[in-house]
């Protein structure tokens, strides 16, 4: 190859050839001949444990981290794209399968692993399901404080859910026997580790449920995160939850915490502390019970002593009280005593006598002063209104007066004076012509002094109204 086509290197990637290489390259020669070869590699499938994680990016979104082993390790980028759909946190010491494609920058000359799926490997999968069981059932509640049962502060009965054949259960039955021997233990065998473990531990908890003790203790003894995955369990988890039982565990495990521990109702470390936790020493019982006696002892006596101080206030109060009301009525017999009306009992007759007879003397010669005055003031009422009615009263006899001369020239009785006669028929309807009546029908007939009552004899009809004439024959009422 000769110089002048050195320096016409290509952009994009670019096969060298042995003979080439023979000769010096340039820096993007160098990086075009790597980057040409890291392009020919297949999609990759990487296993290692993330460090330096840094993501994902405030503007950009992706990710950048390395992934290492014991003896390498090499960059990473995730775009946000696919850090969008893992479904899971990438952070330090977390171990995870990537498949991808390295890429060459040729500005850098760097190497970097473009990750384009990535999921939990080995032991950290196992964690990454048992973290997501674990918030699923706390959304369910069951690992909420106030469902859970209080353990029975001494158990008289307790029974043990584990393996039969391990050291497990003999710890626990030296640490009752040695701390309380008045507790019975039962137990029920069961396997606890390998497939089909979360089946028998079940079944073992309806065993020991069915016998009705205080407490269930579910334990085992350490081992491996691997080892414990039977403890969570999900099936085992929400028959600890359900268990009409309370259920103590002690899984000796002590870094991690299992599913079952979350959702018991209470978490020892280990079997002998779930174990203690049942059955409080006897000298321990023995101590607390000599302090709540004294406790007691102590407590009556300041009971007693206040009853005594209630009771000795109560007494004083009473014998003040006593002495007070004995000295009021002593005083109110004193003024009674001291009263006029027990020395001369006529005494207050003649006051009050003497004071009704001054009355009475001012009575009776104020009463003829009263009576003149009242006179004299009536007399000029009386007086006064006699001549303001006959003032009133004059106007209107008047007009009574002129009123009855008028309605005495207007009187029929001055016309039927003057030889006139008002007559009527059978019915009381006057007659005022001879045409109004019938021969042999009765009249009625007021003259200006008296009346009589007659029967018509001849009716005669004249012209006019003067020449009508009228027979009667009457009689004088």
Not at 73 to 78: C, F, G, L, N, P
Not at 191 to 213: C, D, F, K, M
Request: proline share 4%.
């Amino acid at each position: 190859m000769s110089r002048s086509k050195k320096q016409e290197v290509p952009e994009g990637p670019q096969e060298v050839s042995q003979g080439e290489l023979s000769e010096a390259l340039s820096v993007s020669e160098a990086v075009a001949l790597v980057k040409g070869q890291v392009d020919k590699l297949p999609e990759l499938v990487v296993i290692g444990e993330v460090t330096g994680f840094r993501g994902p990016n405030a503007r950009s979104g992706h990710c950048y981290f390395q992934i290492k082993d014991a003896s390498a390790a090499m960059d990473v980028t995730v775009w946000r794209w696919v850090y969008q759909k893992l479904g899971f946190e990438l952070r330090d010491g977390l171990k995870v399968q990537m498949s991808g494609t390295f890429e060459v920058y040729d500005r850098r000359g760097s190497l970097s692993f473009h990750a384009t799926g990535i999921k939990v490997a080995g032991e950290g999968l196992l964690r990454q399901q048992v973290a997501e069981l674990a918030r699923k059932l706390e959304r369910e509640g069951l690992m909420d404080a106030a469902r859970k049962r209080a353990i029975p502060r001494f158990c008289e009965r307790v029974c043990v859910v584990t393996s039969l054949s391990g050291s497990v259960i003999d710890d626990v039955k030296r640490t009752l026997a040695r701390r309380n021997p008045l507790v019975r233990l039962q137990a029920a065998g069961c396997t606890v580790q390998g497939e089909g473990a979360a089946s028998s531990i079940i079944a073992a908890l309806r065993i020991a449920a069915a016998t009705h003790p205080d407490a269930i203790l579910l334990v085992r003894g350490g081992g491996s995160f691997e080892d414990l995955m039977t403890f969570n369990d999900e099936r085992l988890a929400r028959a600890v939850a359900a268990c009409p039982v309370p259920v103590i565990t002690g899984i000796g495990h002590e870094p991690d915490t299992c599913i079952c521990d979350m959702v018991a109702d209470r978490r020892c470390s280990t079997p002998t502390a779930a174990a203690e936790s049942v059955a409080p020493a006897i000298d321990e019982v023995e101590s607390l019970m000599n302090e709540r006696q004294q406790r007691l002892s102590q407590a009556m006596s300041a009971l007693l002593a206040s009853y005594e101080a209630q009771a000795e206030t109560l007494r004083s109060s009473a014998v003040r009280s006593i002495s007070f009301i004995i000295a009021r009525h002593r005083q109110e017999l004193g003024s009674l005593a001291a009263h006029r009306c027990l020395h001369d009992p006529m005494l207050i007759v003649r006051e009050r006598r003497a004071s009704l007879e001054l009355t009475a003397e001012r009575l009776h010669g104020a009463m003829p002063r009263m009576i003149a005055a009242q006179r004299q003031a009536t007399d000029s009422v009386t007086h006064r209104l006699r001549t303001v009615g006959e003032g009133l009263l004059r106007p209107y006899c008047q007009g009574v007066a002129h009123a009855a001369s008028t309605l005495d020239a207007l009187s029929p009785l001055r016309v039927l004076a003057r030889g006139y006669a008002i007559v009527r028929d059978e019915v009381g309807h006057i007659v005022s012509s001879s045409r109004q009546l019938l021969v042999n029908e009765e009249l009625d007939m007021r003259f200006g002094s008296g009346s009589a009552r007659g029967r018509v004899v001849r009716v005669e009809q004249g012209q006019g109204p003067s020449n009508s004439k009228t027979s009667v024959e009457a009689s004088e009422g």
